[in-house]
Nanobody
Framework: QVQLVESGGGLVQPGGSLSLSCVASGRIFSINAMGWYRQAPGKQRELVALIISGDSTNYADSVKGRATISRDNAKNTVFLQMNSLKPEDTAVYYC???????????????WGQGTQVTVSS
């Protein structure tokens, strides 16, 4: 019902920047929240940044001051800009959307396929 397509990521040098984007498509009635999570090898998936209706944002302590999340409501797209990247930012980054599909009374969580971000010289 709802599909997410991520773009961006790749190999970045320490101190560099990255930009990720994620487009939600399908039979969407409304989107409650959009965000980014990441999972490093051997670790649990963790929240990176979240933006909810009204453009309220929430960031993990580890990325505060280095990350900016934004969204284009008209295009059902969420963006993540991260600066001053560190090797510990290396992970698979997943787009997350909580949305209410058309003809549904409830909202559900949807995940992208993930995009690898590697911070290394």
């Amino acid at each position: 019902q709802v599909q997410l397509v991520e773009s961006g990521g790749g190999l970045v040098q320490p101190g560099g920047s990255l930009s990720l984007s994620c487009v939600a498509s399908g039979r969407i009635f409304s989107i409650n929240a959009m965000g980014w999570y990441r999972q490093a090898p051997g670790k649990q998936r963790e929240l990176v940044a979240l933006i909810i209706s009204g453009d309220s944002t929430n960031y993990a302590d580890s990325v505060k001051g280095r990350a900016t999340i934004s969204r284009d409501n008209a295009k059902n797209t969420v963006f993540l800009q991260m600066n001053s990247l560190k090797p510990e930012d290396t992970a698979v980054y997943y787009c997350h959307v909580r949305a209410r599909p058309q003809y549904s009374m409830g909202s559900f969580n949807y995940w992208g396929q993930g995009t690898q971000v590697t911070v290394s010289s």
